[in-house]
């Protein structure tokens, strides 16, 4: 069994910047893909960023060239690392692990005033 715990999210204005936390416990952390989605009020989940187990990694359109996501194996962690921030990207924060099944963590709230 995995589990994902978020922190880091939080009150901050546009323009400003917050980093996502995403510690996961269980021995497959190394071997899975990880990915932070968001959700909005009335809209549906979307993937925000993704990182194998190589490093390699992706973006929505929408945040590309703003948002950075890494890894920490020796921690068990992914970051997500928010810049330049917009109203628009206020949503609940989710952290996903991929291997063989897909786990989620509690979500961690991230508003953005204008």
Known sequence: QVQLV????????????????????G??????????????????????????SGGVTNYADSVKGRFTISRENAKNTVYLQ????????TAVYYC???FLAAYWGQGTQVTVSS
């Not at 978020?6 to 416990?25: D, K, M, N, P, Y």
């Not at 497959?28 to 925000?48: C, D, H, N």
């Open 6 to 25: 978020e922190s880091g999210g939080g009150l901050v204005q546009a323009g400003g910047s917050l980093r996502l936390s995403c510690a996961a416990s």
């Open 27 to 52: 021995s497959i952390f190394s071997i899975s893909t990880m990915g932070w989605y968001r959700q909005a009020p009335g809209k549906q989940r979307e993937l925000v960023a993704g990182i194998t």
């Open 82 to 89: 928010m810049n330049s921030l917009k109203p628009e990207d």
């Open 96 to 98: 996903n692990a991929k």
